[in-house]
């Protein structure tokens, strides 16, 4: 086939400057209708970020009114956004004006068009003392995640325990639960010796922040702690008479703990150019059949630990507290003197970060929040403590128990739960 003739053939030219210059402004105006928007949604979030900071510091300087206000602005920011009302409901939580705090609960539900907001609507409606309605937003929160093919988690089955305990309901059922959730969270080495290993963890922590001579004194309670009980545990072992599987396991979780005890002293020791000292470490360890290795360096944090600790207080002062509403004496003695020993410890590790903190920042008023909320934690266990001690007949040690919850600021009443 022949070339088309070169006079009747189109010529491709590209389009006048008139038409580059359209082109370009038509991108621009495109550019602009989505940029703006884009922009200012990023601008808006950022806003509203600052604000929920700001809401922060005013917490933290004691001023929750200006807190509640700093979040309202960041709603007005960032309107669409659940958290923001879930965070000004927990503010108002704080301040104890509860319809409002449902009121923002209602609204983050409507955006978030699901159950996540049921758990805090629980707790507002046991401060003003909904108890069966606080219970059973638990329950359909539960019920929500397993049918949703999920697990529920063991914070969630304690939360619900202790709602129905408070609303004195299904408590068969409470105790089960909180078993199961006590079962979950157990760790065998934190209940043979809580103390040194609490100990362990801070000495631990002293080290790796540095201050060698802090940690000494606390791997010095560590090892002595988890030795007494290494001693105790074989002692009645040999009372038994004969091997015991269970008594075995604890001896061997106990030598375990005990060499890693030793080889962080050992570490501390030598890090204080105490060679001595290391020289006996590394002996004792040697009985134990171990190596100062880094193989025995503890994986322990004292934040972690810490956690461990109050999920510990927290789980037997529910099951305390269920045994305490069925009437069982000797149960709920038990768990609530555990309960109590547990937030003590939680206290010292709190005091610890404190000065961990103070150490490195003068703004400690994070944790020392923290320590004021502990101690309302801890009249609330003396409290429920006194009712087991009462259902028991010891009323000298529930009267003891109620005077400590006095000189704490509070009175051992219904209104600490």
């Known amino acids: 086939m022949p070339l088309p003739d070169s006079q009747e053939a189109p010529i491709h030219r590209p389009p006048p400057p008139r038409s580059k210059s359209l082109l370009r402004g038509v991108m621009f105006v495109l550019f602009l209708i989505v940029a703006i928007p884009v922009g200012y949604i990023a601008l808006s979030k950022e806003v509203a970020n600052w604000y929920t900071a700001a809401a922060e510091e005013s917490m933290l300087e004691g001023d929750s009114a200006a807190a509640i206000g700093y979040a309202g602005k960041a709603i007005g920011w960032d309107s669409k956004n659940w958290t923001r009302y879930t965070y000004r409901s927990q503010l108002y939580l704080l301040a104890e004006q509860f319809e409002e705090s449902l009121a923002d609960l209602d609204r983050a539900s409507e955006l978030s068009g699901d159950l996540g907001t049921n ?13 069966d309605e606080a219970a059973q937003l638990c329950k359909q929160r539960v019920q929500q995640i397993v049918k949703d093919g999920d697990t529920v988690s063991s914070s969630l ?4 325990a202790y709602m129905r305990a408070l609303a004195d ?6 105790r089960s639960d909180i078993d199961t959730a006590i079962e979950e969270e157990h760790n065998e080495t934190l209940m043979l010796t809580p103390e040194g290993y609490l ?6 922590q002293y080290f790796t922040d540095g201050r060698p001579a802090r940690a000494l ?11 007494q009980q290494y001693v105790r545990t074989e002692q009645r072992r040999q009372a038994l008479g004969r091997d015991d599987e269970q008594y075995n396991e604890r001896l061997e979780i106990l030598r375990q703990l005990l060499a890693k005890s030793l080889y962080q002293r050992w570490r501390t020791n030598q890090k204080l150019k105490r060679s001595e000292a290391a020289e006996k470490d590394a002996e004792l360890l040697a009985k134990l059949g171990f190596e100062p290795t880094n193989a025995l360096k503890p994986q322990l944090s004292l934040a972690g630990v810490l956690q461990q ?14 045994a305490w509403r069925q009437g069982d004496a000797s149960r709920a003695t038990a768990d609530l003197k555990t309960a109590v020993k547990f937030a003590q410890l939680g206290s010292l590790a709190l005091d610890w970060f404190l000065d961990m903190r103070q150490h490195l920042t003068p703004d400690t008023r994070q944790i020392e929040q923290q320590v004021d909320e502990s101690k309302e934690t801890m009249a609330v266990l ?19 128990d109620r005077q400590q919850v006095r000189e704490m600021g509070f009175e051992p009443d219904d209104s600490l739960f």
């Open 217 to 227: 004194s606390l791997m010095n309670r560590a090892v002595k702690q988890i030795h």
């Open 199 to 204: 100990y362990l963890a801070a000495g631990t």
């Open 382 to 400: 003396l409290y429920h403590r006194s009712l087991a001690h009462e259902l028991a007949g010891r009323e000298e040690l529930a009267e003891a």
């Open 309 to 322: 600790i109050l999920t510990t207080a927290a789980f037997y002062d529910t099951r305390g507290y269920v």
């Open 119 to 131: 758990l805090l609507r629980s707790s507002v409606l046991a401060e003003m003392g909904r108890f």
């Open 169 to 174: 309901t299904e408590l068969e059922q409470a």
């Open 157 to 160: 089955l304690n939360q619900w």
